[in-house]
């Protein structure tokens, strides 16, 4: 878990996952001891920090987590699990495949990591294809163009409070968030009708955008669920001004609606906007 990094969440519905789970998801919603909404990230955080600190490294905890991330609309519970197991091997999978075999020896010492890819191997073998299935999608330092995709200007919350851009790195948003929260139907259908504007306008340079992916990902859950986009860390990257200035689901979307309808200059300026404000916020990463 990283502090500087954003999220992109799918809630289902509590009748979406199996009758032995429900019970056990109600009751953690009933329960005063779950880490809470404001403290969530922090608590995963402060978690993976731990493992990684210990001697040797755990990049992968031993167990998967219990907790979950909840919203209620009306009567009705939404569930996000963590998953924070499962999301580490998959991290940590892509992490070996990526890093040179010298280097990642370095990192974790070859029989962990061994430990870990026989376990995920396991794992892989004795569950289902929903097992692997992902409810929190993470990236650092930025928040990728694809994942405005499903989402609306007017579903924009927005929470300001002080913070100075590098000081202070919290991994919660509590008193300064910046959050975009739709319903599943309404996400696949702006992903559809994306994936459609890139496919006829730009042809095969369209994949190159990961639309395809994201409306993929959507249709693996339940058609009633919530959708959420949290810029998480990322907003102790911005101060209120830049926060406020911060479009790009509207800009993206004005940039789909320009291409479609041949306004060649007015989808490429958007387009731009989105590109080089997410461009300078991920050179930070390498900034002194």
Same mark, same amino acid.
């Given at each position: 878990?990283?502090?500087?990094?954003?999220?992109?969440?799918?809630?289902?519905?509590?009748?979406?996952?199996?009758?032995?789970?429900?019970?056990?998801?109600?009751?953690?919603?009933?329960?005063?001891?779950?880490?809470?909404?404001?403290?969530?990230?922090?608590?995963?955080?402060?978690?993976?920090?731990?493992?990684?600190?210990?001697?040797?490294?755990? $990049?992968?905890?031993?167990?998967?987590? $219990?907790?979950?991330?909840?919203?209620?609309?009306?009567?009705?519970?939404?569930?996000?699990?963590?998953?924070?197991?499962?999301?580490?091997?998959?991290?940590?999978?892509?992490?070996?495949?990526?890093? $040179?075999?010298?280097?990642?020896?370095?990192?974790?010492?070859?029989?962990?990591?061994?430990?870990?890819?026989?376990?995920?191997?396991?794992?892989?073998?004795?569950?289902?294809?929903?097992?692997?299935?992902?409810?929190?999608?993470?990236?650092?330092?930025?928040?990728? =163009?694809?994942?405005?995709? =499903?989402?609306?200007?007017?579903?924009?919350?927005?929470?300001?409070?002080?913070?100075?851009?590098?000081?202070?790195?919290?991994?919660?948003?509590?008193?300064?968030?910046?959050?975009?929260?739709?319903?599943?139907?309404?996400?696949?259908?702006?992903?559809?009708?994306? +994936?459609?504007? +890139?496919?006829?306008?730009?042809?095969?340079?369209?994949?190159?955008?990961?639309?395809?992916?994201?409306?993929?990902?959507?249709?693996?859950?339940? $058609?009633?669920?919530?959708?959420?986009?949290?810029?998480?860390?990322?907003?102790?990257?911005?101060?209120?001004?830049?926060?406020?200035?911060?479009?790009?689901?509207?800009?993206?979307?004005?940039?789909?609606?320009?291409?479609?309808?041949?306004?060649?200059?007015?989808?490429?300026?958007?387009?731009?906007?989105?590109?080089?404000?997410?461009?300078?916020?991920?050179? +930070?990463?390498?900034?002194?």
């Amino acid at each position: 878990m990283l502090p500087y990094a954003a999220y992109l969440r799918v809630y289902e519905p509590l009748t979406a996952f199996a009758e032995s789970e429900r019970k056990v998801w109600a009751d953690y919603a009933d329960s005063r001891d779950r880490p809470r909404r404001a403290n969530a990230l922090n608590a995963e955080h402060g978690e993976s920090v731990m493992r990684l600190l210990g001697m040797p490294p755990q $990049p992968v905890p031993a167990q998967e987590s $219990p907790n979950a991330y909840l919203r209620r609309v009306e009567d009705r519970l939404y569930v996000c699990p963590w998953q924070t197991r499962l999301r580490s091997w998959l991290a940590f999978s892509r992490l070996r495949g990526n890093t $040179p075999v010298k280097l990642m020896d370095r990192l974790v010492p070859k029989g962990v990591a061994e430990q870990i890819a026989d376990d995920f191997d396991r794992f892989k073998r004795q569950a289902d294809s929903s097992a692997l299935r992902t409810h929190i999608r993470t990236t650092a330092w930025h928040v990728p =163009p694809s994942w405005f995709v =499903p989402f609306d200007g007017n579903e924009r919350w927005l929470v300001l409070g002080s913070s100075t851009p590098g000081q202070d790195v919290k991994t919660t948003a509590t008193g300064r968030n910046l959050i975009y929260v739709t319903s599943m139907a309404q996400a696949r259908r702006r992903a559809a009708r994306a +994936l459609n504007v +890139l496919r006829r306008h730009l042809g095969d340079v369209a994949a190159n955008f990961d639309v395809e992916d994201i409306a993929r990902w959507l249709e693996e859950f339940h $058609p009633h669920s919530l959708v959420e986009l949290d810029y998480g860390g990322l907003v102790h990257l911005m101060d209120d001004d830049a926060l406020q200035a911060d479009q790009s689901v509207a800009e993206l979307a004005a940039a789909l609606t320009g291409l479609d309808t041949g306004q060649e200059e007015l989808a490429y300026a958007m387009y731009q906007r989105v590109i080089l404000r997410w461009k300078s916020m991920q050179q +930070l990463e390498s900034a002194n």
